[in-house]
T-cell receptor, first 113, second 111 residues
Framework: EPEVTQTPSHQVTQMGQEVILRCVPISNHLYFYWYRQILGQKVEFLVSFYNNEISEKSEIFDDQFSVERPDGSNFTLKIRSTKLEDSAMYFC???????????FGNGTRLTVT | QKEVEQDPGPLSVPEGAIVSLNCTYSNSAFQYFMWYRQYSRKGPELLMYTYSSGNKEDGRFTAQVDKSSKYISLFIRDSQPSDSATYLCAVYTGTASKLTFGTGTRLQVTL
């Protein structure tokens, strides 16, 4: 069964550094998402992306965050200057349509020290 | 009022028991309802996806939606130790792209 893959599985970075989290969505999907889950808390929406542009973003997704689909297969989340509070699991998801369920990857655990 | 409310548990049941997991939501604009299973340090895995009120069955799992009460349930029959995980309900309007999750219910199935 096709799946969403994310790399790396764990990223440790120092405060103020830039990180790029990578995702390969399911190949025929058109909608792409990033969610995050701080340890012990609920899964929170960050951003959705369709037709090479952001379609919706949450208040968490401030100017420090950006997303890109640099080629036909990858979808990336960049955090420009990481803060301690950015430490979380970051999940990529994709779906085939607005009325289709989201399929999630296994996440990247980001630790900011 | 939170958009989606879910009892965080933990819920502990013996193997073979029937498990009932529940969520309530506040916004009638939500039209699509999902249940995800999440093992520790893994991504949410889609279990059930429903649109209309009523029941949907898949193996040992039954999802139930009551739109009039804004209440969704997941039933697990003949629960197994491998069902031990956190179960997340999620709701979706179908027009906006944001999926809203409940806090998750942690389930432990004991031998």
């Amino acid at each position: 069964e096709p799946e969403v893959t994310q790399t790396p599985s764990h990223q440790v970075t120092q405060m103020g550094q830039e990180v790029i989290l990578r995702c390969v969505p399911i190949s025929n999907h058109l909608y792409f998402y990033w969610y995050r889950q701080i340890l012990g808390q609920k899964v929170e929406f960050l951003v959705s992306f369709y037709n090479n542009e952001i379609s919706e973003k949450s208040e968490i997704f401030d100017d420090q965050f950006s997303v890109e689909r640099p080629d036909g297969s990858n979808f990336t989340l960049k955090i420009r200057s990481t803060k301690l509070e950015d430490s979380a699991m970051y999940f990529c998801a994709s779906s085939g349509g607005l009325d289709s369920p989201l399929h999630f990857g296994n996440g990247t655990r980001l630790t900011v020290t | 009022q939170k958009e989606v409310e879910q009892d965080p548990g933990p819920l502990s049941v013996p193997e073979g028991a029937i498990v009932s997991l529940n969520c309530t939501y506040s916004n009638s604009a939500f039209q699509y309802f999902m249940w995800y299973r999440q093992y520790s340090r893994k991504g949410p895995e889609l279990l059930m996806y429903t649109y209309s009120s009523g029941n949907k069955e898949d193996g040992r799992f039954t999802a139930q939606v009551d739109k009039s009460s804004k209440y969704i349930s997941l039933f697990i029959r003949d629960s197994q130790p491998s069902d031990s995980a956190t179960y997340l309900c999620a709701v979706y309007t179908g027009t906006a792209s944001k999926l809203t999750f409940g806090t998750g219910t942690r389930l432990q199935v004991t031998l």
